[in-house]
């Protein structure tokens, strides 16, 4: 079991930044990759970026490439989201996943195993 705990969201106005949080426990020896998505009312989980622990590769959506930056600390398997000139159309709860195993498909939600419980941000224009 791997759980994960998300901090960090709030409220800014368009253009300002937030830095989202995600802390690790349990069966972390075992991660492949770590991603964050997003998802609104009524739609479906959105990718927005991921990292592969072993060598910290990283992948973004087109919709964030250039103002979101996905890290990550080895020492307390912490995974880190920022955020830079947010727009309106980031507001939605976002949520990070964790992999256990190799997975083709890093935008993919059914490529990971588990889940936070989500925090919510708030853009206002």
């Known amino acids: 079991q791997v759980q994960l705990v998300e901090s960090g969201g709030g409220f800014v106005q368009a253009g300002g930044s937030l830095r989202l949080s995600c802390a690790a426990a349990?069966?972390?020896?075992?991660?492949?990759?770590i991603g964050w998505f997003r998802q609104t009312p009524g739609k479906e989980r959105e990718f927005v970026a991921a990292?592969?622990?072993?060598?910290?590769?990283?992948v973004y959506a087109d919709s964030v490439k250039g103002r979101f930056t996905i890290s990550r600390d080895n020492t307390e398997i912490t995974m880190y989201l920022q955020m830079n000139s947010l727009k309106p159309e980031d507001t939605a709860v976002y949520y990070c996943?964790?992999?256990?195993?190799?997975?083709?498909?890093?935008?993919?939600?059914?490529?990971?195993?588990?889940w936070g419980q989500g925090t919510q941000v708030t853009v206002s224009s």
């Open positions: 996943a964790h992999a256990l195993s190799y997975r083709l498909r890093s935008w993919y939600p059914g490529s990971y195993d588990y």
């Open positions: 349990g069966r972390t020896f075992s991660t492949y990759r």
């Open positions: 990292i592969r622990w072993s060598d910290g590769t990283t």
